[in-house]
Structure formats: C-alpha cells, structure tokens
C-alpha cells in the first residue's frame, strides 16, 4: 500500500489515522490536504477533514565511482567538504548518497557538532552546501547536478516543521480572513510553504522583499481561484 485517504475531525487527526494504518512514523509520509474540514455550529453543517498520505521512497545509495555523473558529482563534493570541515576544526565523516531524484546528491556529515554545521535555520548548513556547490560547478563536474549537504537530517526535520506550520497559519488566514506574515524565510522554505498552500482554493501565497531571506504572505482569496483559473491552462472563460 502506498498511499491512504483518511477522514477526521480536524486534519492532524486523519493525519494519525493514516500513519496506523500505513504502520509508519510521520517523517515516512508525504502529506497532501484534499479537504480541511470544519466544525460548524451546535454540531450541524461540520466536515470532516480528509487527507492522503503517502509513503515517501526511500534513499538509496549512489552508484560506485565512474558509474554516473551523480556518482562522479558526490565523490567531488565530499572530498570538498571533508576540506572544508577541517579547515574550520569540525572532526566528522562525509558520505555521498543519492537524493530525492536522479538529479540530485545528498552529503550527509556525520558529527558531534551538529548545532554548529546547522547554524541559526540552517543558514550555515546552506553556507556550505553554496560553497560545496560553487566548487564543484568551477571544476566542471556534473553540470545540472543539484548537491544538498545535511546532518542529523535537519533537512527532513525542517520540511516537517515548515509543512506544519504552512497548515496552521493557513487555517489562521481562512478563519480570521487577514493575510498572514512569516518573516525572513529561505528559498527553499518558501517553496515549502508554497509547495503545500498551492492546491489550496482558498488561499494564495506571495513572496515578498529582495535577497536570499524573505517574507512569505499567506492570504485569504475566497473561492476566486476556483472562478478565475490561470490564465494559459487552455481553459476558456464562460
């Protein structure tokens, strides 16, 4: 089974109703909201929470030396950042993993001083995962190649964390009907929240300021979007 819908009266119920019947944690699923439910008033006009949940694959590890760009691409990028740890008196290991997709490459460091290589949100774990990925594209290994650098699986951690609070304070928007604020987020925290808001009618979401840290608005649209469909998706209006 690789993926289950499930009903409650609030999401993160169905959400652990889900996680029984797949037998997993919650850091083993992919979650999509499909309905967010509602309590209604003295027990009438209320519904049910819906979800699906599904199992996330698993990482696997990057072919031997020679055998793929991404192989060549994570023997470079580790032997940079064992480097680049020593230069900054950091003792731990390096290990090169496949990603998410074929594209990508995960260097996972192994060390006691996690709190360190992650830095406040993880701005210097993205430090050096800029730094690994400069000097490998320099070098000319595996153009098209995405590295990502994390330890104690912050990056898994983090998505979790950034997913959930994309659910409550898009719950905060629709209930209240203000446009909410999370202030100096990343690039890849903004396509986090974006990335669970987006299939949402009821809601939009906009980045907004310059440089690499952000504001996000989450803001309340009514049914609009479910009326005015994007323009180019082939659909005619009325």
């Not at 609030?10 to 652990?16: K, M, N, Q, Y």
């Not at 797949?22 to 309905?35: A, I, N, Q, T, Y």
């Not at 994570?74 to 390096?94: C, D, F, N, Q, Y």
Request: net charge neutral.
């Amino acid at each position: 089974m690789e993926f289950v819908e499930t009903e409650g009266d609030s999401v993160d119920e169905a959400i652990e109703k889900a996680l029984k019947i797949l037998g997993v944690e919650r850091d083993k699923v992919e979650v999509k909201v499909l309905v967010e439910g509602r309590a209604g008033i003295l027990g009438f006009d209320g519904k049910k929470a819906c979800i699906r949940a599904s199992l996330r694959k698993p990482i696997v590890e990057v072919a031997g030396r020679g055998e793929g760009e991404s192989s060549v691409v994570g023997e470079k990028g580790r032997e940079v950042l064992r480097e680049i740890l020593r230069l900054m008196g950091v003792e731990g290991t390096v290990e090169a993993k496949a990603g998410e997709v074929p594209e990508e490459v995960l260097l996972e460091i192994r060390s006691g001083e996690g709190g360190l290589l992650i830095g406040h949100r993880g701005q210097t774990l993205e430090a050096l995962q800029y730094l690994v990925t400069r000097i490998v594209s320099e070098r000319r290994a595996g153009e098209g190649v995405h590295v990502v650098v994390d330890t104690e699986n912050y990056r898994e951690r983090r998505r979790r964390s950034l997913e959930d609070l994309a659910l409550r304070l898009g719950e905060k928007a629709k209930r209240e009907r203000k446009t909410v604020s999370v202030d100096a987020l990343s690039a890849a925290d903004r396509r986090i929240i974006h990335a669970v808001l987006q299939d949402d009618p009821w809601l939009t979401t906009k980045s907004l300021g310059t440089g690499p840290y952000r504001r996000l608005l989450i803001i309340p649209e009514g049914d609009r979007k479910m009326k005015d469909p994007p323009k180019g998706d082939g659909q005619k209006s009325p």
